[in-house]
């Protein structure tokens, strides 16, 4: 099992920035992938990005240039450094930790945290 808390949400004016994180526990050693998704009000849950053990990582392209992930294996932890936030920008960020069992994928999923930009 993983458990996955983010935290750093808010309210923020269009143009401003957002750090969110992502701490994990539990069997974090076989964590491969990480990534951060949003939904917006009405709208269907979309990849924001996604980053593996080894580093490399994948941007939706509506943040390629505004966001940038990482991720601190030593201390379990993921952000999403935000920067330039639009109004499009708002909804709920969710943390995902994928675990791979030979050809088995398990997601675990955070409670989510809330961002809201405002024009």
């Known amino acids: 099992q993983v458990q996955l808390v983010e935290s750093g949400g808010g309210l923020v004016q269009a143009g401003g920035s957002l750090r969110l994180s992502c701490a994990a526990s539990?069997?974090?050693?076989?964590?491969?992938?990480m990534g951060w998704y949003r939904q917006a009000p009405g709208k269907q849950r979309e990849l924001v990005a996604t980053i593996t053990s080894g580093g490399t990582t994948n941007y939706a392209d509506s943040v390629k240039g505004r966001f940038t992930i990482s991720r601190h294996n030593a201390e379990t932890t993921m952000y999403l450094q935000m920067r330039s936030l639009k109004p499009e920008d708002t909804g709920v960020y969710y943390c995902?930790?994928?675990?791979?069992?030979?050809?088995?994928?398990?997601?675990?999923w955070g409670q989510g945290t809330q961002v809201t930009v405002s024009s």
């Open positions: 539990g069997r974090t050693a076989n964590i491969n992938s």
């Open positions: 995902k930790g994928s675990i791979l069992i030979g050809p088995l994928t398990l997601d675990y």
